[in-house]
């Protein structure tokens, strides 16, 4: 497939999609305390997309190759889960717990895609300096994605501020988006500079590093669609999706 470069009218729909995703996600991550279940964070982010009009994207969304559906709206992973745990009525946070929100929307056919890690109550302080650097590491990846810049560039750039300090997860990795929620190229977390696709003006991207506070290695779950670390450690999400311009990018996911 090949990367898509989306239309001014295109663009103008996924920057209203993503500013309505920012406001969403942001409601729900407002809402994440001790003792409530990812369920009815789940059922908080449905109701409030719904009421924009757009559509959860990774509801009933089943990949190539996946033995079944995503059964919710959002994926709510919490501390040794990286990404893409089902929210369940019996999964209740506690104070302590790192939760990472990963969101898709639908708006007026276009996609977006946009994920935060946040804490519950009081966190550790190693789990607080997990969230920093994930975040500014994907803040990172967003300042080298400037046009004219290569998909490698977005890598090494991560994985050079990350420098070895925390695990990056390598079989996961960012993505065009836009027309579909996942489109061509691939944006992994870690590079050559000036290696791969290059950034060109119209495409747009997400980019999502998810660091571990141990190794890279991740192992899949029995309910076939939780990605956990393979070492028990904590992990954190960030990601934002971006439109490639002439110069810096401009952050789609924002309000
Ligand atoms: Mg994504």
């Known amino acids: 497939m090949a990367v ?21 996600l942001r409601k729900v991550a407002k809402k994440v305390a001790p003792g409530i279940s990812t369920y009815e964070l789940d059922k908080y982010a449905f109701d409030l997309i719904k009421e924009k009009g757009g559509t959860p994207a990774f509801l009933n969304y089943r990949p190539e190759g996946a033995p079944k559906a995503f059964p919710a709206s959002i994926c709510i992973s919490v501390n040794n889960e990286i990404v893409h745990a089902i929210p369940l009525k019996t999964r209740i946070l506690k104070e302590g717990d790192i939760v990472s929100l990963d969101l898709g929307l639908k708006y007026k056919g276009l996609f977006t895609d ?54 990056i997860v390598r079989e996961l990795s960012g993505h065009g988006v836009g027309v579909k929620i996942h489109e061509d190229p691939y944006i992994p977390n870690y590079g050559k500079a000036g290696k791969g696709q290059k950034l060109i003006p119209g ?8 660091l571990n506070i141990g190794k890279d290695n991740i192992v899949g779950a029995s309910d076939d669609w939780t990605i956990k670390t393979a070492d028990g450690s904590h992990s954190a999400h960030f990601e934002h999706t971006i439109l490639i311009t002439e110069g810096d990018a401009e952050i789609l996911t924002m309000i």
């Open 114 to 167: 946009h994920a935060v890690t946040v804490a519950v109550g009081k966190i550790s302080k190693k789990d607080q300096d997990l969230l920093d650097k994930t975040k500014k590491a994907l803040e990172v990846g967003i300042i080298a994605a400037c046009g004219g810049n290569t998909v490698g560039d977005i890598g090494h750039a991560i994985e050079s501020f990350v420098n070895r300090k925390y695990g």
């Open 4 to 24: 898509i470069i989306k239309t001014k009218e295109q663009i103008e729909i996924i920057r209203e999609g993503g500013k309505i995703l920012a406001d969403v």
């Open 203 to 210: 495409m747009i991207i997400a980019i999502e590093p998810m």
